[in-house]
Every structure is written in structure tokens, then in C-alpha cells.
């Protein structure tokens, strides 16, 4: 069983930073591919951004190209979302998650495990 627990939410000025963490528990998740979705009220949950289960390849959702990085510590069996010049539309509830399944990675149906999702706000 895996269990992904994520953390570094909170609340930001346009134009600010966050760092988000999300950490294992269970099942190493070296081989896994792991990606951050994100869900803001009343929408859909969305791709934000994936790595792959090496670290090798990235992938980004256009709304975030440029300003998030995503990484991983395969050491610490974690990965981290670096947000930059964040904006007001970046509001949401992000949540990690982790697939052993090669794919896209930008579908929320690919994903196996997620966490519990923390809570980003960035005011104007």
C-alpha cells in the first residue's frame, strides 16, 4: 500500500513562490512516474505538471510552463513542485500522485494512488 502525503500549501502575493513536497509512506515509489494535479472550485481537477518514474522526463501543462518546476529524490522517495511568479488563477487544491503505468501521465485516470491534496491560495 502507498500512501503520498503532501505539504507546503499556503498563502501567497502574485507574483510569489511556494514550494509543495510530497513524501511516501509504504511502497517505494522509485519507479513510479509522479505528477501534481490541481483542483480550484467548482472545476474539474486538471494536469498541472509529471516526472518520470527516473527523473529523466518532464511534462507541464501549458498554464505552468515556465514558472513550476517539478523534481524528485528518489533518495527520499519524494518529488516537489517549485511555483514561481505565481498567480491569483493558480488557486487550488493540489494533490500528488504516482503511477506505474506508462502513459500520457497529463490523465488523472492514469494515476493510482493520490494524496489528500493541500491548499494553495495566492491573492492579487
Known amino acids: 500500500q502507498v500512501q503520498l502525503v503532501e505539504s507546503g500549501g499556503g498563502l501567497a502575493q502574485a507574483g510569489g513562490s511556494l514550494r509543495l513536497s510530497c513524501v511516501r509512506s509504504?511502497?517505494?515509489?522509485?519507479?513510479?512516474?509522479m505528477g501534481w494535479f490541481r483542483q480550484a472550485p467548482g472545476k474539474e481537477r486538471e494536469f498541472v505538471a509529471a516526472i518520470s518514474g527516473g527523473g529523466g522526463a518532464t511534462y507541464y501543462a501549458d498554464s505552468v510552463k515556465g514558472r513550476f518546476t517539478i523534481s524528485r529524490d528518489n533518495a527520499d522517495n519524494a518529488v516537489s513542485l517549485q511555483m514561481n511568479s505565481l498567480k491569483p488563477e493558480d488557486t487550488a487544491v493540489y494533490y500528488c500522485a504516482a503511477t506505474m503505468t506508462p502513459g500520457t501521465y497529463r490523465d488523472r485516470s492514469e494515476y493510482d494512488y493520490w494524496g489528500q491534496g493541500t491548499q494553495v491560495t495566492v491573492s492579487s
Open positions: 509504504g511502497r517505494t515509489l522509485r519507479r513510479h512516474a
